[in-house]
């Protein structure tokens, strides 16, 4: 391209000589010639690589050359065409300036924070570059960045910045390399003549296009390799069935009617095609003589194939008993060499061997034992396959079995263990059942007392509280008038005694449980409730009475806080835990509709 210099070294490549020049010290590294500019000035130090005439590049700077560096400070690969940097006096890497010919790149500060681009779109080969100096043109914009790569397009901004588009993705990374390095137009340090660089992917719509086109023809492409792989690999099909006509029918006639052995696949081909044409539906009025032909001609095949397998029958069991036959004498050669081994292991002949030979002997006499149980194994299994082939062939004529007594005795036996089995299960699912009904029982007549006692205990607080009805005083005078001659005539001391155990607190109701009928000499379960427990159980017990098939413990609460506003729900539902023999709790429901009931013992389900 115009304006880019020609770069090429004389004999020792920068990969030679920069080696040799890190490898000295920096006191003895040998002196260097000035560099010069267009005009004549020095720009700065002569670096190897560089012409001495005209202070450009040579060899192959200006192509790939070595293996690019790394550079420390920002991560990125140094492009092949820059500088080498030399060693300062603390080891580290220091980049130098790079001379073009209308302009000179200085690098950024090392203390400088690397500089940052966004994210790379795909396919990028646009390059965004801010931070031009004022007197920038296009022709100074691509004498630098065209070492980078061969440029396509330049489109250049009024506000100091521009847009280069390059051939291939690769020049992008070397352009961007060059952010943060300070551009200098003639090497001049005035502000119209300098800028600091900032270049950045450039995110371009002839890029994504380009980059989807490649895609999409790298997708076609593989599609069409799977294609050709899977026809490939694909079975091929069968040849096509040929349709009727009368000619053909001829041939398929000829064809199935053949006896030649040696054209078994014309017959099979024949017979798949007469086959295709009957499911088809060809066969009609007009031409039912000849598939009827046809069918005769492939039936006409049934005695020879019998006779055929007849014939091989017959030579399978030929060649069964001549296995047989030599199986025999095998087994006879090795029993006599089992005798051979016997009589040798006897103790006047065994004495006279050595170590060795009579480890050697056990060793092939072992090797033997292997060998006949080996045979026995096999003549076994072909026996048992001899036997299951001749019960196979007898079946058939036998269709009465013979009835075995013996198994008949077992089967009876094996059903009456079962029976008697059954027999036991019931007998105890209805002892359980008894057992249940008795509890239930008991514990309705516990409730009842427990109702009677509740009702007395009711009965006696309304009445030294005054508040008994009328018709149940009739009732207590009556029988107060009855006991009214007794009462007078005991002593005073035995008056005020009544009094103060009329005038005691009752602590604790017992009420005896009544025993179930048909049971005796069993201890009665006896419930003790408190005064206060008492009055509850009782309003609950009879408030559950009206409930039979339960009720919540809230709907419960709600129902005592009429008896007792200071109650709480809580001590409800500790009271019915308590006792459990009384109440119990069910879950009903599902999912959202999940409830939790209250029952009486009396009402549960059996």
């Known amino acids: 391209m115009q304006g880019m210099p020609n770069m090429s070294l004389p004999s020792t490549s920068m990969s030679q000589a920069q080696p040799n020049m890190q490898s000295m010290p920096p006191t003895m590294m040998p002196p260097v010639m000035p560099n010069r500019g267009p005009d004549g000035q020095v720009i700065g130090p002569m670096l190897p690589g560089m012409d001495p005439m005209n202070s450009q590049m040579m060899g192959p700077m200006m192509e790939s050359g070595p293996c690019p560096m790394m550079d420390p400070a920002t991560g990125q ?16 890497l220091v980049k130098q300036p790079i001379t073009y010919r209308l302009s000179v790149l200085y690098p950024p500060n090392p203390q400088a924070p690397p500089p940052t681009t966004r994210e790379r779109p795909p396919g990028c080969r646009t390059v965004f570059i801010g931070g031009l100096p004022e007197n920038a043109t296009e022709e100074h914009v691509v004498d630098v960045f065209a070492k ?34 300070r551009m200098r137009i003639d090497n001049c340090s005035d502000g119209p003549n300098t800028g600091r660089l900032h270049v950045d ?14 895609q999409r023809a790298a997708e076609r492409e593989a599609r069409h390799r799977t294609r050709i792989m899977e026809d490939l690999n694909r079975t091929p099909s069968p040849p096509p069935v040929v349709h009727f006509s009368d000619h053909e029918a001829h041939t398929v006639t000829e064809e199935i009617r053949g006896e030649n052995t040696e054209r078994i696949e014309n017959w099979g081909m024949a017979m798949d095609i007469l086959m295709t044409w009957l499911e088809r539906g060809d066969c009609n009025k007009r031409n039912a003589h000849t598939f009827y032909t046809m069918i005769q001609v492939a039936s006409s095949h049934v005695k020879r194939l019998l006779g055929e397998q007849t014939e091989y029958e017959q030579e399978l069991t030929k060649m069964k008993e001549d296995f047989r036959k030599k199986m025999s004498s095998i087994c006879v050669q090795f029993s006599q060499i089992e005798r051979v081994f016997g009589s040798a292991g006897k103790q006047k002949v065994w004495d006279h061997f050595t170590k060795a030979q009579r480890k050697n002997l056990t060793t092939w006499k ?53 029976a008697q089995t ?18 239930k029982e008991q514990q309705i007549k516990i409730l009842q007392q427990t109702l009677q006692g509740m009702q007395q205990q009711l009965l006696d607080a309304q009445k030294k509280s005054g508040n008994l009805p009328g018709f149940l005083m009739d009732s207590q005078e009556k029988k107060t008038r ?23 607190p009752v602590d604790t109701t017992v009420i005896d449980a009544v025993a179930p009928s048909g049971v005796e000499n069993e201890s009665k379960p006896k419930i003790h409730l408190a005064g206060e427990d008492a009055r509850l159980v009782a ?53 959202a509709n999940l409830a939790r009931k209250w029952k009486l013992i009396a009402f549960k389900p059996e």
């Open 482 to 504: 009855a006991k009214s001659p007794s009462k007078a005539k005991d002593s005073p001391e035995k008056k005020q005694e009544a009094t103060s155990e009329e005038e005691k």
């Open 148 to 181: 980078c790569g061969e440029i396509q397009t330049v489109r250049m901004s009024k506000k100091n910045f521009c847009h280069i588009r390059y051939c291939a993705e690769y020049c992008v990374d070397n352009a961007i390399y060059l952010s943060g390095w």
């Open 366 to 418: 072992k090797q033997l034992q292997d060998v006949q149980t080996l045979t026995k194994e096999n003549t076994m299994v072909e026996e048992d396959m001899d036997l299951e082939d001749d019960q196979e062939k007898e079946e058939p004529s036998k269709k009465k079995k013979k009835c075995n007594p013996d198994k008949l005795r077992e089967e009876s036996e094996e059903w009456a263990c079962q």
């Open 201 to 214: 992917f450039a995110q371009a719509r002839d890029d994504l296009y380009e980059w989807e086109c490649k």
């Open 539 to 591: 309003v609950i017990s009879t408030f559950l009475n009206v409930h039979p098939f339960g009720a919540g413990a809230d709907y419960i609460w709600s129902y005592l806080l009429r008896v007792d506003p200071s109650i709480k729900y809580k001590e409800v539902e500790q009271l019915m835990e308590k006792y459990d023999t009384c109440f119990t709790m069910e879950v009903e429901g599902v999912g």
């Open 77 to 92: 690969m140094m492009p092949p065409w820059t500088l080498p940097s030399m060693v300062g006096p603390d080891g580290q």
């Open 422 to 439: 059954y027999r036991n299960e019931v007998e105890s699912v209805k002892a359980d059942m008894k057992t249940e009904l008795e509890t």
